[in-house]
């Protein structure tokens, strides 16, 4: 069955980093483009980050936009989110989505 697991998030402070990533299976992964979105408590889940199914076109949100970069890797079935220059604005739970599937979340807490 599809499947999407995230894994990569934690505590870390203002200003620090984070790699998060999304290992897919049960589909033909390179043919999807794939999604990380975010939900903050309280707030409505929101896109972070898109990225085509090659790798060559990536569309980010505007809060996000020059601290987070998204990257795929075909050969392993996962995509990663490079997030620097953390704010606690940042914290949420992230998830990844595709071929119409969610992953399970990782939860990213900016704190000092």
């Known amino acids: 069955q599809v499947q999407l697991v995230e894994s990569g998030g934690g505590l870390v402070q203002p200003g620090g980093s984070l790699r998060l990533s999304c290992v897919c299976s049960?589909?033909?992964?390179?043919?999807?483009?794939i999604n990380w979105y975010r939900e903050a408590p309280g707030k409505q889940r929101e896109l972070v980050a898109s990225?085509?199914?090659?790798?060559?076109?990536?569309n980010y949100a505007d809060s996000v936009k020059g601290r987070f970069t998204i990257s795929r890797d075909n050969a392993k079935n996962t995509v990663y989110l490079q997030m620097n220059s953390l704010k606690f604005e940042d914290t949420a739970v992230y998830y990844c989505?595709?071929?119409?599937?969610w992953g399970q979340g990782t939860q990213v807490t900016v704190s000092s």
């Open positions: 049960g589909f033909t992964f390179s043919l999807y483009s």
């Open positions: 990225i085509s199914r090659t790798g060559s076109m990536t």
């Open positions: 989505l595709g071929a119409a599937t």
